[in-house]
Structure formats: C-alpha cells, structure tokens
C-alpha cells in the first residue's frame, strides 16, 4: 500500500533515536514514502517540504543517515541507513525489515485462522488442542476410537483427519510453504515489474523472462543486488539512445554481463 510503512516498537532503541528531533522525522517520513522496494523517489527540498523540515535541517539529516555508525544494531552497511541513487535514496536493509514485517503478519494471520478453527469445532461440539503444530480433535468418533487403541495414546488422542483437518494440522486455509523454485519465479516477477517501472517498458513474465532472472537468484544473487543492477544500468544508460535497448532482461541478468554488473556496484552497497 503506497504512503504505508510498519514501524516497529524497537525503534525507539535504534541509535538513531538518539539523533536530533530533526533527523528522527525525516527518517520516519523516508520509511512512509518508501515504496516496496525500499526507494524514496524524490528531491532533497521535496524531501524537506514532506518532513515539514528546513532545507539545511533535511541536509543535516540525511548526512546522518548515510554515514557509518559504530554503535548500530545492523551492522550491514557500517550501520548507515541509506545511500543516493537516481531520482532519490534507497534505504539499505529495507528487504530484511520487510521480511520481518512479512513474518509477523503471516503468524498474526495464522493465530488467527488457528482461533477461527477452533471456535468452529466448538460450535459444532467438538473441542481441539494444538500439540507439535498439529490440530488434534475431540468429538470424532473416529478420532477417539483410535485415541483408544493402544494405552500408550490413550493421554493423547491420534490425530485423524476429517473434513475440518488437514494432514498438516493447521486449518485448510493455512497456505503451505512454497518450493524454493517458486519463491524465486515470485522474485523474478517483481524485479521485472521494477524494471518496467524504472524504464517505462512493458516486458510481459514470460518464462523467457522469468527463467533469465531466476536463475541468477539461484546462483546466489540477491533481490538487492538485481534491483541494484537494474538502477546502475538504468543511470548509466538512460539517457543513451543507442545503450537504451540494453536496459532488458536478455542483456541486464545474462550471467556473464551480470557478473560484470555486480562488480561494478561499491561493496557496501551490493553485500547485505
């Protein structure tokens, strides 16, 4: 969602909470006008004007906030927090905060279908405990004759599927976790479609497409360095009639070039 960043409670004892008054609203405001892949698209005095800051105050803090602090928690980066790229900043360890957030919601999520199965079984008479991350049910006839077979089970009833279980044991809602094959096509698709929208292309995801892109994640590539790529190519030939062609799947993640690629991005900004 655009204009919407989770912050967590722990920032209040980030190093940076330790800074001026200044520099803690223009961090804040970077983090609410972040976009999904961690871009703060805009000018210094556009920056300024979003924070309700002065100009030399916005300046001040982003010099803060791209210098290397020794006392951060996140060592990536020597401890900054952003670096300047085309058009704005980029905050640095924004895909971990992300996966972070991501988490966390997947196990609100998930209590909370947990909390819906069981009110469900105990509307219909049944009763359930969660043992080993499996759901357990009370009620079954079938369920109990087998929790009864052997004395063994009998403090625990085997669990049994019905039409309200799955082998699993979380409700049929709960999604599975993806093979790492597909994580990496999800990937691949958007870093396309930040492609798309760094160049104004139209590139479909087709599997020629996605499997080029795909299978640099599989060597090892990270989601950052590709979006690094794509903005250092983009920079160094955007404005290039004869070099814009280039800024295309085929040319920006073949593996040779895209070996060459990554070696041309600073170490601090490509590792993290």
């Not at 094959?181 to 139209?202: P, S």
Request: aromatic residues 8%; charged residues 30%.
């Amino acid at each position: 969602m655009a204009g919407y960043a989770k912050v967590f409670s722990d920032i209040v004892h980030s190093t940076v909470w330790r800074e001026d008054v200044y520099t803690k609203v223009v961090w804040i405001t970077m983090l609410v006008m972040a976009d999904r892949h961690g871009l703060v698209m805009s000018s210094i005095p556009g920056l300024a004007d979003a924070a309700k800051v002065s100009l030399e105050q916005c300046l001040s803090a982003l010099n803060v906030l791209s210098s290397p602090d020794k006392y951060s928690r996140t060592k990536d980066y020597e401890g900054r927090r952003i670096t300047e790229v085309d058009g704005g900043w980029l905050l640095l360890n924004f895909e971990k905060f992300r996966s972070r957030k991501d988490d966390e919601e997947q196990r609100i999520r998930t209590a909370e279908r947990v909390r819906r199965h069981r009110l469900k079984l105990s509307e219909s008479g049944n009763s359930c405990v969660v043992t080993e991350n499996r759901i357990v049910t009370f009620g079954n006839p079938i369920a109990e004759a087998s929790s009864s077979a052997s004395p063994e089970t009998s403090a625990l009833p085997e669990f049994t599927p019905n039409k309200t279980d799955t082998v699993s044991g979380l409700p049929p809602d709960v999604p599975t976790p993806r093979k790492k094959n597909n994580v990496h096509n999800a990937t691949a698709r958007d870093l396309l479609a930040f492609l798309n929208e760094k160049t104004g292309r139209n590139y479909q995801p087709v599997k020629v497409n996605i499997d080029m892109i795909a299978a640099r994640l599989k060597e090892g590539a990270t989601e950052r360095q590709c979006r690094l790529v794509i903005l250092r190519k983009f920079h160094d030939w955007g404005t290039d009639e004869k070099m814009q062609e280039y800024l295309r799947p085929a040319t920006l993640f073949n593996r040779t070039k895209f070996a060459q690629y990554i070696g041309e991005i600073p170490r601090e900004e490509s590792h993290g």
